[in-house]
Structure formats: C-alpha cells, structure tokens
C-alpha cells in the first residue's frame, strides 16, 4: 500500500524517482509527490493529488538541480487526498523530509506531544509526525536522529528520510512495511518493491523488520535500531523488463489473464513425476515423517488470494483426505487461533506482503505452529519468514485485480494436494491421471481464450444491469465468488458469489425479471444439481449465463447465453471456469470506460491491516 522510490547518485533523480512510481501506481493512486536535493542541501518538493500523471503535469520546465530524491504515490489511510496530505512530509523547520509508507498507531499521542513543543503540524496524516520527531531529535547525526523518532513510533513503517544537512544521504528504516534497496554504479535506490528498481539494476537488498540503511552513492550499511552492525546478503532478480510493461496489451489486466497459460506451464516445469503420479516440489522443509505425520490444514489467505484458496481446500480434501480450513487472515489474527503441531498451514499470497496475513502467519508461527507460504514476489516477507513453501512462479502481477495469481496459486497447492495425497490413499493411477490432466491445462487455457470473442458481448449485456449472481458448487463456489469478486472489483457493478444451492436460502430473493445469474456448471459430478438450481431461477425470470462444456445439451436448452470452456478433470474445473469470470469483468470495466488497472480505492499490495 502506498509506493516509495528513493534514488541518491549522479543523475537527475527526478525522471528515475517519477518512472519508480509509475512501476508502482499500483500500490496506490490518490496522490503523489517527490523531494529532490542538491550537494549544497537546498531541497524541494513537489506534490499533486490524483495519479501520478498530475504531478507529472505540473513539474516545472527547468528542473532544480539535484542528485538525489524521495518520492511516493499514496493510498489514503490518514486524511483525504490532496496535495497537503500527499507525502513527502516536511518538518516545520524544513530541514528533514519523509516518505512513509505503514500506519503511526500513536500519531494523536505524539502530535500532541510536539504540539506542546509548539511544533503545530498542518495535514491530517500520521506521517508528518515523524519528520517532525526526526528534526527534534536531529543533533549532527540523521542516522541516530531517525532511530530515536523510530524508539517512539508504535505501528508500522517504510521510510525514506533526508535532511539538508547531510546531502546524498537517504536514511531508510524498515518496520513491517517493505524497503528494497538497488546496488547500482555509484547510484543507489530504494524502493518499496522491486518493479521499480528492474529499470536501473537486479541487484537488491531485501530489508527486514527492525533495520535501518544509510545509502550512499557508494553503497550502505545496515545496522538495528541498537546501532549493532548487520550484514545484508545482494539478490540478484529474475524479472525481465518485459514482464512489468503492458507490450501490446492495452491494459495489464488483460495482458496478465493472457498470461496464465504460460505461468501454469512455468508452475508445473519440474515439479511433476509423471511415471509415479506423484509431485516434487523442493524448499517445503518437510521431512517424509513430518508429512506423514500432517493431519489437518490451514490455509490463509485475503481476496483472491483466499478463493484460490478456498478452491484449493476441495482439491486438498479430495486429493489427500485430510481436513482443510480456509481462514480470512484478518479474522484469525485476532480470534486466539487453536494452533496445533498436527497441523500444516500455508500463507497464501501474491505479493507475500499483505499485513493481514503476515500477521496472521506470525500468529500461528508464535503458538509454535508451521506455517509455509505460497507466495509470487521472490524475497517477500511473507517468503522470507514463513517455514518454507512454494513460490507460483507466475511472473509479477501488476493490475489491482488479481488473476493470473489464483490459477498459480492453486496450481501450486493442487500439486501440494497430490503429493500429500499421494503419501495417503491416491494411488500412482489416479495421480497420474490428474498430472495428466494439469498438463493439458495450458493449452485448453489457450484455445479458450484465442477463441473467446463472445465474451465482449456478454460483458455488455451487463453492465447498465443493477445486479448480479455468480453461483457454482463444489470448487467452482470459491470460482463464483472469485468472478463476482472481480467484476464488482474493476466495473464496481455490485454482484455477489453463493454455492449454487444456497441461493435458495435468501439470494433468490433478488431475482427478478432479466436478473443476470452466472452459472458455472461444468458437466462434474455435481452437474445435475447445478442444473436444478439453474431452473430454480430461470423459473424466476432470470437470464442466465452458463459457463459450460462442449455439447452440454441440458444447459443449451436452458441458459440464455452458454460460455463454453474446454473439459477436464472434475477437480480442476475452476482453472478454466475462471477464465471467462475474468474476461467478463476486464471487457465491463472497459465498457463502461473505467480505469481498468487501477479501480477506485484498491490497491494491490494491502501492506495496512
Ligand atoms: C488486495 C488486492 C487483491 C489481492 C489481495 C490479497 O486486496 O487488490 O487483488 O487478492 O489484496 O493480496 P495478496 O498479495 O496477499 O495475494
């Protein structure tokens, strides 16, 4: 949530610092600003409410001179957005300047407190307290100054700070709110995620809660807030260039549901032993015994995240007979959670940033449980401290709303289903049967979406209606409710999702003449009751939209529209019922001349609770 780039080296920083932030305009997007400063420390800011394209707008033909600079794109958390709440935040003196990203927790206390100092601070936010507290303390030192603002700060923090007394010098701290810094040629950056560092340099530190970094065109150190020294290791990423720009998609949501062909083809290369049925996925840190010995799981998870989850959960119970709960991560956090060592839980997230459920994943490991991650973003938090588990290797998912995340992310787990399974009662047949089966995915992933014009005009159909209803059973519920997710996520047309059979239990209600219902009604082994729930509404004048598979002759009669998807194994339907949910949502959004990648109050990484 929120974006920071920081940049302190030879070059004009403020081209460097406004393309960092267009990288990460997706962690938030109501406003924006940057601070520059040359060797002599004269520093100036500039900021703009709205998209960083405003801020852009109003810079001034000839810029200052500078080497070195703060900047950030802002998701409100503290006060509207406008440019007085737009970060960098400035002490009254002027001297020190921050970027933050986090909440203050104790920011009335401390205001109150350098009010009675007679500091009086202007905007609404939480943040401003810090510069404040940081030229309070500031005695010929940034470094020790910063570490005594950050003694008093409770909650969470990214910062970048700088001061004019000590040019080319960015003081960065990290408290549960990300910080990478970029090793470059006597240039270094920060940023709070590596898109926007892929530009400049792959060689990338990844700062861990309670670390400060004093970064120098030179290079830096990192030490506690206790002034004890800490070696940090240099990462070198993966990522092309290419794979953060839109190429010839128009928007990156699109270009990212393109993409899930090839990223179920990357999640599976090496992990599938065809011959024996079985799975191998190396860094779960389980030994034979302690897999074995797993007799419940948890998975934990927010927004898609969590419906991948959720689908997973039937693959797991099926696949490896063992109970599986799905947790919302902000619900278990704060629930006193039963934690028990016979239970396997896995934090499952994208970004591997979402304070929820690294908070929940903290919970958990804190009452001595296991917690493993499957996680997108190489390095993150939630892949660093998690006990183990397996990255979805889908390439970075840059549009707000997830898609290509939740196939990978349930692809990882259904190859985790298979060989926990595979240690219980699937036989070699069976699990062969179902590699197979993911084998095929990528192409009938493909073909579908080579051949899914339709889904424009169907999307249209849809978008002036009031109302919607995503309905599916078995693991094409948690596929409804992912569809409804992301239409109401980038067309802000209010839909929900329901297990099919549940609609008669109060949703049925809405149901009026034209009243649109997606169903998703592969021909499983759950299909005629689906079907009899597809009656129930169009016995209520509803128009429905079937996602079906080829020569579905029973739905063809009674759908108004059918989508048709290729067929596969009856557990793995969701990866292809998901596929014309999302497209359906993509086309809506831009029906209705939305702001695809960037939908109104979302951000991508949630990195507050
Ligand atoms: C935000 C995003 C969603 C995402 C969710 C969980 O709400 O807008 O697209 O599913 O966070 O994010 P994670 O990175 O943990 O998967």
């Known amino acids: 949530m929120c974006g920071i780039v920081g940049y302190v080296g030879h070059r004009t920083p403020v081209p460097i610092l406004l393309e960092g932030l267009k990288r990460l305009e997706y962690r938030g997007y109501d406003s924006s600003g940057v601070a520059t400063m040359n060797g002599g420390g004269d520093m100036w800011i500039h900021k703009r409410q709205g998209r960083i394209r405003n801020l852009e707008k109003d810079l001034p033909s000839e810029l200052p001179a500078a080497t070195m600079g703060i900047a950030h794109t802002r998701w409100a958390t503290h006060g509207p957005p406008n440019d007085t709440n737009a970060h960098p935040h400035r002490s009254r003196d002027g001297r020190i300047a921050v970027v933050h990203n986090g909440i203050v927790e104790n920011h009335s206390a401390l205001r109150k407190r350098l009010t009675g100092d007679g500091i009086v601070l202007h905007s609404d936010t939480d943040t401003e307290v810090i510069p404040n507290l940081i030229a309070k303390f500031y005695d010929g030192d940034l470094e020790v100054a910063v570490k005594r603002a950050l003694g008093l700060i409770q909650g969470t923090y990214g910062i970048v700070v700088i001061s004019v007394d000590e040019p080319n010098r960015l003081v960065v701290a990290r408290n549960g709110s990300p910080i990478v810094l970029g090793v470059g040629e006597n240039e270094m950056f920060v940023a709070s995620d590596a898109p926007a560092l892929i530009a400049h340099t792959k060689q990338v530190v990844f700062m861990d809660d309670g670390e400060v970094a004093v970064v120098e065109p030179s290079g830096f150190r990192t030490t506690d807030l206790h002034d004890r020294p800490i070696d940090k290791a240099v990462d070198e990423l993966d990522w092309d260039l290419q794979e953060i720009e839109k190429g010839d998609f128009e928007h990156f949501m699109l270009k ?104 929940a994943m903290r919970e958990v490991q804190r009452k001595g449980g296991r917690c493993l991650g499957v996680v997108n973003q190489v390095g993150s938090t939630i892949a660093r401290e998690s006990d183990g588990g397996m990255y979805i290797r889908s390439g970075p998912e840059i549009a707000v709303a997830s898609t290509k995340a939740f196939t990978s992310q349930l692809l990882a787990l259904t190859l985790f289903a298979l060989k926990i399974g595979r240690m219980r009662d699937l036989s070699a047949a069976a699990g062969r049967e179902l590699l197979t089966a993911l084998h095929e995915l990528p192409g009938q992933m493909q073909s579908f979406l080579e051949g899914a014009d339709d889904i424009e005009r169907i999307a249209r159909s849809l978008i002036h209606q009031p109302y919607c209803l995503f309905l599916g059973r078995g ?124 939908p109104r109050n979302l951000a991508k990484s949630v990195t507050v609770e």
């Open 256 to 359: 990212e549901i393109h993409e899930q062909p090839r990223a179920v083809t990357r999640g599976l290369r090496g992990r599938a032993h065809l011959e024996y049925g079985d799975a191998h996925l190396g860094g779960l840190n389980l030994n034979r015994r302690e897999f074995f010995d797993i007799r419940r799981m948890g998975l934990i998870a927010c927004g898609t995240s969590m419906h991948a989850a959720m689908a997973a959960s039937y693959l797991i119970e099926e696949l490896a007979r063992v109970p599986c709960k799905v947790d919302i991560a902000s619900e278990l956090r704060y629930r006193n959670p039963i934690v028990d060592a016979k239970t396997l839980y896995f934090a499952v997230s994208q970004s591997g940033e979402t304070a929820d459920t690294l908070a």
């Open 475 to 598: 693991p094409n519920y948690p596929a409804a409710l992912e569809g409804a997710l992301k239409l109401k996520e980038v067309s802000y047309i209010q839909c929900e999702g329901f297990a099919a059979a549940e609609m008669k239990h109060g949703p049925i209600a809405l149901i009026g003449d034209g009243t649109p219902v997606v169903f998703l009604v592969p021909k499983d082994r759950l299909h005629t009751k689906t079907m009899s729930n597809m009656e129930e509404v169009k016995a209520r004048g509803a128009r429905v939209i079937a996602v079906a598979n080829p020569g579905d002759t029973e739905v063809e009669e009674l759908a108004d529209e059918v989508i048709i998807i290729p067929r596969t194994h009856d557990l793995l339907t969701p990866f292809l019922t998901v596929l014309p949910l999302q497209l359906i949502a993509y086309h809506a959004a831009v029906l209705l001349g939305l702001d695809v990648d960037k």
